[in-house]
């Protein structure tokens, strides 16, 4: 799914990618609906470590996801290797996912939290969109999950370095904490994000991983073209996973979409 970039990133922080996350459920009951409502098997973007697609898999949803990063690859396959209840309904792609040829079509395709931000100008997301839509069931739907633009673009951007959790790294027993600092570029609409992770031994000395990250917003009005462009067309469009709507204020920008 990502470049070169990107999947250094995810391979760098893969290790910590499942504790700094533990967390993050809320948009997996509005993904159980998605899966009711349009069947399998259920195409994940971005897959990574497996945290939505094995997810549906435990509830006997038959997925397949696609990730740039081996290391994040490779985690999600020993987390499904180890439960019995997910070997035969999960495979894991490794590969880039706006050219990977996908074994079928699929009646859902995924690409869950800010995925198609990694994918940094507007002819590379028609790309990866417009290779979704071949791997599409005439009758099914793409849902992409993306934060709310306008939002973003209306905050400080003051460089500064930010605290965002602490968290016990389960192989090694150490707490590590988690910080940010940040640099928008808005005539670009890119985000320069380097995540700081300061992970304290047991023999108390601090261990520091940078690892920078660059991600593309979308606005309302730009996804709808984007959609247009790859022959597509909004269905939905909430601005949170309880399928509120989208409006000023919203946190998300969740939208399904289906061919025209």
């Avoid at 996801?65 to 985690?75: E, Q, T």
């Avoid at 074994?103 to 994918?119: A, C, D, K, R, S």
């Avoid at 839509?133 to 939002?151: Q, R």
Wanted: glycine letters at 8%.
């Amino acid at each position: 799914m990502r470049d070169q970039s990107s999947a250094a990133f995810y391979n760098t922080i893969a290790r910590y990618y499942d504790a700094e996350n533990e967390f993050m459920t809320e948009d997996l009951p509005f993904y159980d609906e998605l899966a009711e409502n349009y069947g399998e098997p259920i195409l994940d973007i971005g897959c990574g470590t497996g945290r939505v697609m094995l997810h549906l898999a435990s509830s006997g949803h038959h997925t397949d996801g696609i990730d740039f990063s081996k290391a994040m690859l490779d985690r999600g396959k020993r987390i499904a290797s180890a439960r019995s209840d997910l070997r035969d309904l999960s495979r894991f792609f490794e590969g880039d996912a706006a050219t990977y040829e996908y074994p079928q079509t699929y009646p859902l395709i995924l690409v869950p939290y800010n995925g198609l931000m990694h994918f940094r100008s507007s002819q590379a997301q028609i790309n990866a969109i417009r290779h979704w839509k071949a791997h599409l069931d005439e009758d099914g739907v793409i849902v992409f999950d993306l934060p709310n633009a306008g939002e973003m673009f209306g905050t400080a951007d003051d460089g500064a370095v930010t605290l965002e959790r602490s968290f016990v790294e389960p192989e090694s027993g150490n707490l590590v904490m988690q910080q940010s600092v940040s640099e928008l570029d808005r005539t670009e609409q890119l985000q320069y994000i380097t995540w700081i992770y300061d992970e304290i031994g047991a023999d108390g000395l601090v261990r520091r991983t940078l690892a920078p990250l660059t991600l593309r917003y979308i606005f309302p009005a730009e996804m709808d073209l984007l959609l247009e462009a790859c022959g597509l067309r909004r269905i939905e469009r909430f601005g949170g996973y309880d399928q509120s709507p989208f409006e000023d204020g919203c946190e998300r920008m969740i939208v399904i979409a289906g061919r025209k």
